[in-house]
């Protein structure tokens, strides 16, 4: 018998796994490998590994997009995700000066 075999000897049982708990868990680990929220689907591998498991990568990313448990917009070469809206440093500022100019307390 092989040493390296993690299986116990039954091969008939088959891991069901929930495709969105995988890719969830994924992002996790790849955004805290790379200390950033947002990660880019192709060049970080995220992609590749759900592929590896039989999942859809387009098909479970649209999905927690469609239930708000991710945000995704277009990038060169494929996708950037993150768990956080995207907002960039020119809209939270123009933000600020627009709430001075129109909330005035």
């Known amino acids: ?44 591998g995220f992609n590749e590994t759900l592929r590896r498991f039989g999942i859809d990568p387009i098909d479970i990313v649209q999905k927690l997009v469609s239930k708000g448990l991710l945000h995704s917009r277009p990038a060169k070469g494929g996708a950037i995700i993150s768990k956080r809206p995207f907002v960039t440093s020119k809209v939270i500022r123009y933000e600020q000066e627009l709430r001075k100019i129109f909330f005035k307390e």
């Open 1 to 44: 018998m092989n040493g390296n075999n993690n299986n116990s000897g039954n091969n008939n049982k088959r891991l069901v796994i929930d495709p969105e708990a995988v890719a969830l868990k994924l992002y996790d680990m790849i955004s805290s490998e790379l200390g950033r929220d947002s990660i880019h689907v192709v060049y970080s």
